[in-house]
């Protein structure tokens, strides 16, 4: 089962708030704060990002949840 995790990363002064998501092979996506959003489904866009990149099916049964410092999201069905 692949798992991905995503972090919220602060804006500094050259670069606007971002999230990243990556997985536990090194693989990894940065994506611009979607301010649209809130919450996990901000998360949600950074992990489906990954699954875009990685060319992984399945990305509409991603499930996910917060833990310390993040969320993680795991595809089921």
């Known amino acids: 089962m692949k798992a991905i995790l995503t972090k919220y990363l602060s804006p500094t002064n050259f670069r606007g708030a971002r999230i990243k998501a990556w997985d536990e092979?090194?693989?990894?996506?940065?994506v611009s704060y979607p301010h649209e959003l809130s919450g996990e489904e901000c998360h949600k866009v950074a992990a489906n990002?990954?699954?875009?990149?990685?060319?992984?099916?399945?990305?509409?049964t991603l499930t996910g949840g917060g833990v310390k410092g993040g969320y993680v999201f795991v595809f089921v069905g």
């Open 49 to 60: 990002a990954l699954c875009d990149k990685m060319k992984w099916p399945g990305k509409e």
């Open 25 to 30: 092979d090194g693989n990894s996506v940065t």
